[in-house]
């Protein structure tokens, strides 16, 4: 695994936060996995998410991100070692991305 200075904050029955370790599995990222408690919410995750204070979000260096989706997106992009998550192919890439966001909004919510 490659040292990246990375933390997801999450907890372990959260599909959303596992779709994001599953990510960084992939990519052979080495992570540290910061566990949230509920109702009570830790400073690092409302500072971290002001504006919606859910989880996960994943800290990289400085950089802050949110939504699983979004996440899976950026930790393609940012390690390029490994499979890649998303097709290459810009239509099939935005097929997978409409289908991951309608599963995500009609199905899971």
């Not at 599953?22 to 566990?35: G, H, M, P, Q, T």
């Not at 393609?76 to 890439?93: E, F, H, K």
Request: net charge negative; proline share 6%; hydrophobic share 40%.
């Amino acid at each position: 695994m490659v040292s990246s200075g990375v933390k997801v904050l999450g907890t372990m029955t959260c599909p959303y936060a596992n779709r994001v370790e599953i990510a960084l599995n992939l990519k052979s990222v080495d992570y540290k996995f910061l566990e949230e408690t509920f109702p009570t919410k830790s400073e690092l995750l409302l500072q971290s998410n002001p504006v919606h204070k859910k989880i996960p979000v994943m800290i990289h260096g400085e950089k802050l991100i949110s939504e699983s989706l979004i996440i899976v997106q950026y930790i393609d992009g940012a390690w390029t070692g490994g499979p890649s998550i998303l097709p290459l192919d810009p239509y099939d890439r935005a097929t997978a991305q409409f289908w991951a966001a309608y599963v995500d909004d009609k199905v899971c919510s």
